[in-house]
């Protein structure tokens, strides 16, 4: 499985971006997907997760509310719809995924997933 994540971007303190995620292959749907973001400077932290079928998400404290994962199974594309976005947000955001029979949804850590898109960066001026 290939990822190519997309949608990054400079963006004003408030304002929102979509970020896609394109998976190669037939097997997407057969994957949980999940979003990570790395600022400068610090550790590649959990963002939200979607279970294969997209019957369950779950997002951190830290975007819960402002934040929504969501995936199209027939397009093989997640999505991270990301809404009211703060300087703190401002980091590179990654796709990653993982056959669903592997994990351990939601799947928080880094290590929990097999395939890595190459990031795409956001940053939020304040």
């Known amino acids: 499985v290939q990822l190519q994540a997309s949608g990054g971007g400079l963006v004003q303190a408030g304002g929102s971006l979509r970020l896609s995620c394109a998976a190669s292959?037939?097997?997407?749907?057969?994957?949980?997907m999940g979003w990570f973001r790395q600022a400068p400077g610090k550790e590649r932290e959990f963002v939200a997760a979607?279970?294969?079928?997209?019957?369950?998400?779950y997002a951190a404290d830290s975007v819960k509310g402002r934040f929504t994962i969501s995936r199209d199974n027939v397009k093989s594309t997640a999505y991270l719809q990301m809404n009211d976005l703060k300087p703190e947000d401002t980091a590179v955001y990654y796709c990653?995924?993982?056959?669903?029979?592997?994990?351990?949804?939601?799947?928080?850590?880094?290590?929990?997933?097999?395939?890595w898109g190459q990031g795409t960066l956001v940053t939020v001026s304040s």
């Open positions: 979607i279970r294969w079928n997209g019957g369950s998400t």
């Open positions: 990653a995924c993982s056959p669903a029979w592997l994990t351990r949804f939601p799947g928080r850590l880094t290590t929990e997933y097999e395939y």
């Open positions: 292959g037939r097997t997407f749907s057969t994957y949980d």
